[in-house]
C-alpha cells in the first residue's frame, strides 16, 4: 500500500476535528479525527517535519471552530488561535519522543497521558488559560451520551476519544511490521468501548420525574448590542428594558431575577459601596420596590476605592493618594440595596488579562466587556445565598461556564444551582455563542444541578440536571423565561473528588519526565563506559 502524503493527512486530521465539534451533526468522527496523525507519525518522519504537519492538524482545527473571535477583536483572534495551536503540539511531540525511546506501548500510552496532562493545565488560571476545544466538550449537543461525566467529568471524555483513536488506528496498522493490515479481530476492543460508555449513559439517564418547584425564576434576555452598550451612554434606555421585560412575568410566586453579565454599566462604573447612592440606578430601586418579594441577580461593571493598594491590579487615583479595584462582576440586590457581590475570576485571555510577559501588546486587543490592564479577581469560590429561598447560587460569568472543576468547587461550598450570566453578542451570529451555550449543559452533568443562563443576546435557557434544555430563547431575540427550577442537594462524585483522572495523568507524566531523564543519562553512562 502507497504511503498517503503527510499534507493530505494533516489536512485530513484538522477537517476531521472541525467537522465533528459543535455545532456540526458529525460528532461521531471525532473517534477517527487523530488517526491521520497517527499514521504521519508512523511514517519515520523528523521530527520538525512531524511537528509542521502536527501544528497544520491544530491550526486548522482551531481556526475553523473559533474564527468568530475575530468579530470581536482581530489581533485577538490572531494571537488565540496561533498561540493555542503551538501549545497544542507539546504533548504530540511529547509522544513522538517517548515513542523513539521507550517503543511503541510506552509511546501510545503516552500520547494520552500527556494529551490529557495539557488538557488539565489548560484549565488553570495560568493567564492564557483557553479550553475552549478541550477534548470532552465535542460531546456538548449530546449529553445523553455523557451522562457519566457525573463521575469523571470531561476528562473521561477526553480519555475516551484518545483510546478509541488509537485502537482504531492499531487495528488497520500493524506496529511491529510498520505494515497496513486491516484485523477484523481488532476492531472488537474499540467498537466495546464506544458501546459500553453509551450503555453506562442510558442507566444513569433513567430518572423520577420531580414535583415542580413552588417557587419561580425570571431570566430576561434584554438583547442589547454590547458594542452599544460600551460606545453610547444610553444606560437609562437599557435599563428600561430590563425593567419592563421582568415586569412582564414577575408573579406572586417569584422569587429571583436574573440579568445578563454587565447589565448594569455605565461608562465610569459602579462604586459596589455606594450604589444604593448612585442617581442612575434610581429606577432599579424603584423597580425592587414594587416588587418587594424577589431579588436580582445581575451583572454588575463595578470598582471599590481603598486608601492603600489591596492587590498588583489596584490602581491609584490620579491625584491621590488612593486606589480603586475594577470587577467584571455580579450583584444580589434587593430594594434595601445590594446583599452579596461576586467578582468574575477566571478572565478571558487577551481581553480582560494578559500574564505578565504579555503586557507589551496589551495595546493590540480591543476592549470589550473589560481591559487587559486587569479586572481584579475574586479567590473564593463563594456561594450566593438567595434570602427567602431555597436557591444556593453558583455564579458563573461567561468564560467561567467552561471550567468543570472550577464549577465544581461552588456545589461543594453548598450551591444547588447554577447561574450562568454572559453577553456572548461580542461574536456576532456565529457557533461562538452556540458552542458557549452548550458547554454550560456539561456543567449541569458534571455537578447534577440545575442551571439558569442569562445571555444578553441570546441563547438564554434552563438546563436541568442531565443536561437537557427544558425552555429557552432564541439568537437576537429581547424575550424573557420564567421556570420553577429544582434545587438539588446531593453532591456528585465530580463534585465530591473532582477530576482525579487529570490529576493522576500528571502525576503519571512527571514519572515518565524522570523515567526519560534516568534513561538519557544512563545511556550515556553506557556510552561513556564503552568508549
Known sequence: MKKPHPLILSLLSGL????????SPLTLLIFIAWIPLLIIESQGL???KFFYYTYLT?????????WWIWNASAPGAAMAIIANSLLMTIPWLGFYSAKKRFGNRTGYVSLIIFWLTFEYIHLQDWGLSWPWLTLGNVFATHTEWIQ?????GSSAGSLWVLVINILLFKSFYNTSTKTYQFRWKKLLPPVLLIVLPLLVSMVLSIHMVKPPSSKNIVIVQPNIDPYEKVSTGSFDAQLTQLIHLSEQQIDSNTCLVVWPETALYIDNGIEENKMKENYFLNPLWAFLKRNPQIKLFTGVESYQVFDHKTSSYARPFSG???YYESYNGAALLDSSGPLQFYHKSMLVPGVETLPWFLRFIDTWFEKFGGTTAGYTKQNDRTVIYVPNT?????PAICYESIYGEFMSKYVRNGANVIAVITNDGWWGNTPGYQQHMNYARLRAVETGLWVVRSANTGISCVINEYGNIQEEQPWNKAATIKYRVHNRTSNTLFVMYGDLLSKAMLILTVLLLLWTVYDMMRKKQNHAKAN
Not at 16 to 23: E, Q, S
Not at 148 to 152: H, M
Open 16 to 23: 476531521f476535528l472541525f467537522a465533528a465539534w459543535p455545532m
Open 46 to 48: 523528523s521530527k520538525l
Open 58 to 66: 491544530l491550526f486548522i482545527w482551531n481556526i475553523c471552530t473559533t
Open 148 to 152: 457519566w461525566y457525573s463521575l469523571t
Open 320 to 322: 491621590t493618594s488612593f
Open 390 to 394: 431555597a436557591y444556593k447560587l453558583a
